[in-house]
């Protein structure tokens, strides 16, 4: 029998898809699963089989802690995998399905990871040179959204004059619409990330594609290289773990029910006039128990006086967050740079068949070991690292000269 093209099959795939109530972002990301496992394939997609598929699924995946897919993204894979291969058969594509043996693993529960307030203090001073991060950071943190509902925030969404201030999140996971409260800081972000833009459209727009949101992808992807730069093992959906486990504690698990519904894993469908009413001044409540990490650790600022006080927040905050770093970092700069300039030295005297500067003193002008020309040197120290290494430690010098 005549195959199609893997385009072929996939737009007919979709157009099932779809015919079956699937939602567009489910259909999108099972075209870019799809088209992933395409491209990693070395047979025809029709001579796929499990073995192409295990293959597939154990590639390294950069954007994980541990540089294996985690195994709710396997579960995904496969079932995305499984169902295309399966509707190819059903649908007189193939003549069988070759991926009929694959069974859907149990994807397990993940335990929720929390950062400690430190780390988010961390987290959210360090980006402060930032408006645009920020705002990112804060929607994880103090609203507790996903990456894709905060790829998807509208300006329209936000109701920073309501009391208590909300977002609407009308496409949250699995299609559900629910409000969230919004704390004291995270309004004060909002507003001033706000100041001189319109009244509609992205709240946060790619610089890439003026006027066009985010990608959830790109969002995750901002946030996890902020975190991971300051040395945080963690994504930015720790923040929402965060969220949720900060107000559990401050309302000593009696606040449950409002929490789960804040974070979107419950039924938000309105019923009546009055619950909205009660449910808004429940929000009110919630919001108001989420701590600021700014504040500090023991939840109070500590007093400025004197000159001190006369110094912008926002530059206080840039100075605490660049101390915050030096403290985490500055003992291994100091120690990188200091074995970046022993091991310099030993690679140098390596190339001339020493061991020690002490052996110096035996070489003679005109040794051939001493013949080697700056080409060749450039290349060692390019093929080992050294030019780069002192790149980077001129830079740190020049800024600490600025």
Same mark, same amino acid.
């Given at each position: 029998m005549s195959v199609p093209s893997f385009s072929v099959a996939w737009r007919r795939f979709q157009e099932d898809l779809y015919e079956r109530g699937r939602r567009p972002v489910t259909v999108k990301c099972y075209g870019g699963?799809?088209?992933?496992?395409a491209g990693s394939l070395q047979v025809p997609w029709q001579q796929a089989g499990p073995r192409d598929l295990r293959r597939f699924l154990d590639m390294p995946s950069p954007g994980s802690r541990t +540089?294996?897919?985690?195994?709710?993204?396997?579960?995904q894979y496969i079932t995305a995998i499984r169902g295309f291969y399966r509707f190819a058969h059903l649908a007189g594509l193939l003549a069988e399905d070759p991926m009929r043996a694959v069974a859907l693993p149990r994807a397990g529960q993940p335990i929720p990871r929390a950062l400690p307030l430190e780390d988010v203090?961390?987290?959210l001073l360090a980006a402060t040179g930032d408006r645009r991060l920020l705002v990112l950071l804060w929607l994880a943190y103090g609203a507790g959204l996903r990456s894709g509902e905060i790829a998807r925030c509208q300006i329209e969404d936000l109701q920073l004059h309501a009391s208590p201030p909300l977002l609407a999140v009308p496409h949250g996971? +699995?299609?559900?619409?629910?409000l969230v409260p919004l704390a004291p800081p995270v309004v004060e972000v909002l507003r001033g990330w706000l100041v001189g833009r319109p009244s509609r459209g992205p709240l946060v727009e790619s610089r890439t594609w003026?006027?066009?949101p985010l990608s959830p992808h790109e969002v995750s992807r901002q946030m996890a290289a902020h975190i991971h730069a300051l040395g945080i093992d963690a994504t930015g959906h720790a923040l929402r773990h965060t969220y949720a486990t900060e107000l559990l504690r401050a309302g000593r698990g009696q606040n449950l029910y409002a929490v789960s519904r804040a974070l979107g894993h419950t039924d938000t469908r309105i019923t009546s006039s009055v619950y909205v009413s009660s449910y808004v001044g429940e929000l009110g409540e919630l919001a108001a128990l989420l701590p600021d990490p700014r504040a500090g650790i023991s939840g109070a600022a500590a007093p400025v006086n004197g000159l001190a006080a006369m110094v912008p927040v926002d530059v206080a905050d840039q100075l605490a967050a660049a101390v915050r770093v030096l403290e985490r970092h500055g003992p291994e700069v100091t120690r990188a740079v200091q074995t970046l300039g022993k091991a310099t030295t030993l690679a140098w005297l390596a190339t001339l068949g020493l061991s020690s500067p002490d052996q110096l003193a035996g070489m003679r002008a005109g040794d051939p070991r001493l013949d080697h020309?700056?080409?060749?040197w450039a290349a060692c120290e390019k093929a080992l690292g050294i030019d780069r290494g002192w790149d980077l430690a001129y830079q740190l010098r020049d800024a600490i000269d600025e």
């Open positions: 699963i799809l088209r992933d496992f +540089g294996r897919l985690a195994a709710a993204t396997r579960q203090r961390t987290i996971k +699995g299609g559900r619409g629910r003026p006027g066009q020309t700056d080409e060749e």
